[in-house]
């Protein structure tokens, strides 16, 4: 497969798991995204003398996840969250438990961001580029390989993958595939990450957190016990994390972050029984980040798996498409890079 030259489109856990399964099949690899860090919604920030996950906090089972911590190296770094005991939020205010803590989801000793981190470093090792600050304008698949358009210049590859999620991949894309991509509709999804005195916080954290039911007519969706669910984040003092979730583009995403604090603040302060404000708090906002998985959903995948069977060249990975979450976007490309490794190889 000497020669071979693929291009990946977006460097976050997706994006990095495909160029690194293609580097190990022995292609040539160029990453681009213009974000100037990999990792895209998994990250960290340094919040109250520790280091936490501004997205994802954990994972969930799946072979083809095994199967890639395995290869590098972190399979030794699974950290179950504990005490394992969830908890939901009744219409009443109460919190009643709720299955095992996470079920059977994990989390890494380093931190989610770590298996970006530790992605990045391997592909780099191997001789894969890694373009950071370049945003791709167009992929255009012409049969017999793919072109690239970035800041008006083209470059030519045998095949694309493109990790960008469902709008950005519409945007990148012409034909019948953007449309369908573009029809998909998200949620977005702001996470609050607040620091109290543990003498301030009255609710024992005794297990991994809660969720509620935006029925009930809550705004907070979730509510992570930090401290208690991962050890890298025990001490004082305690960290809590808030997830809100909304149709588009919609009410909370586009607050200042003092009136964000304010209304979750609202909500949590009840069931926490918190005393004072929070001691620091940071908000970190991804605007369409969840997909809607309705039957809409369901059919604009299925248009575009139907579209790309012809188009052997160029595949589309990610939650919008093989999600939800980390481990099934990882099981999706291994379907798709596969498939992509066969056509270059058949040539």
């Not at 109250?48 to 089972?61: K, S, Y």
């Not at 095992?100 to 530790?118: K, T």
Request: with cysteine; net charge negative.
């Amino acid at each position: 497969m000497t020669g071979t030259r693929v291009a990946v489109v977006g460097a976050g856990v997706t994006g990095l798991a495909a160029a690194w399964r293609l580097t190990r099949s022995g292609i040539g690899v160029e990453v681009f995204d213009s974000a100037d860090r990999t990792g895209g919604r998994v990250g960290s920030n340094e919040f109250a003398g520790r280091l936490v996950d501004t997205g994802p906090d954990a994972l969930g089972p799946d072979p083809a996840l095994d199967e890639l911590l395995e290869q590098i190296g972190m399979a030794g770094q699974i950290e179950i969250p504990g005490p394992a005991q969830a908890f939901k939020l009744t219409a009443e205010g109460e919190l009643e438990p709720f299955g095992v803590g996470g079920g059977a989801m994990f989390g890494l000793a380093g931190g989610i961001f770590s298996l970006p981190e530790r992605l990045e470093e391997l592909l780099r090792e191997a001789g894969a580029g890694i373009r950071l600050g370049i945003p791709v304008e167009e992929v255009e698949d012409r049969g017999d390989g793919v072109v690239l358009r970035t800041g008006g210049h083209e470059e030519a590859f045998d095949a694309a993958v493109i990790a960008t999620g469902a709008r950005s991949a519409a945007g990148l894309l012409g034909g019948r595939v953007a449309a369908e991509l573009a029809a998909i509709k998200g949620l977005s999804v702001t996470l609050v990450h607040l620091a109290f005195p543990g003498d301030r916080v009255g609710r024992e954290m005794n297990g991994t957190g809660y969720l509620a039911d935006p029925a009930d007519g809550r705004l907070v969706t979730g509510c992570s016990w930090s401290s208690a669910k991962w050890k890298r984040l025990a001490g004082e003092p305690v960290i809590l994390r808030a997830s809100v979730r909304e149709a588009g583009q919609a009410t909370v995403i586009g607050l200042d972050d003092e009136a964000v604090v304010a209304r979750v603040m609202a909500e949590l302060r009840p069931v926490m029984e918190i005393e004072g404000e929070p001691v620091e708090a940071a908000v970190t906002r991804y605007a369409d980040a969840l997909v809607v998985r309705d039957e809409g959903h369901e059919a604009a995948v299925a248009a575009v798996r139907e579209e790309l069977d012809g188009r052997p060249r160029l595949g589309l990975v990610g939650a919008d498409l093989d999600g939800p979450g980390i481990s099934r976007s990882i099981a999706g490309v291994r379907h798709t890079v596969d498939a992509i490794i066969e056509g270059t190889t058949n040539d």
